[in-house]
């Protein structure tokens, strides 16, 4: 199934927008923005991005079956379909508990999963994505940011870019959703998520 994308100048957060937009979004529906008011990271963490240079959206999954208590895999689902496209640009990442992606010291993207939860249920999830695409130039506040720019030279163009990440993503959903693909996933992401100590 492919990825519905609708493309904004600006929002406060697409966070936000899809949640506003959900009565008339489908499974995986994707809000990208060029720029955003009031991006937010996890926690009472905002997120930093210059206008127009990087991939800010959010994505929407509605699930079938899955159970609270495989939240987990909803997260999985978005680390390794991530993954899969920097692998596909030849970045070898890490994915930092819970939900950062890391390339050698430097972080390249972030996930922000907002779950809906009913009667035991996960009825669907809104996920922000903020990756770092073009942007090469940092506010000095942000210690280790990298881009795919810095890392490989190159230009990118968001709108192409964000099919190639949609398309790896919606991998990963139908993964998770075939007969114990649930399970599949999460164990494939605990194999390779890296837990710092604090």
Partial sequence: MESSIIWLKSTDSTNSELRRRLNQSGDLTIIAAEMQSAGRGQGEHTWHSAPGQNLTF??????RSLQASDALSV???MALGIRDYLNSKGINPWIKWPNDIWVGEKKICGI?????IRSGMIDFS?????LDLNQTDWPSELPNPVSLKDLTGLDYNPH???RQLSEALAHRSAQASAPGGASEII???NRIVVRLEC
């Fill in 126 to 130: 809104i996920i922000g994505v903020g």
């Fill in 75 to 77: 997260t999985s689902i």
């Fill in 112 to 116: 922000l999963v907002e779950n809906s």
């Fill in 187 to 189: 164990e494939e992401f």
């Fill in 58 to 63: 959010s994505i929407l999954l509605r699930h």
């Fill in 160 to 162: 192409e870019e964000l």
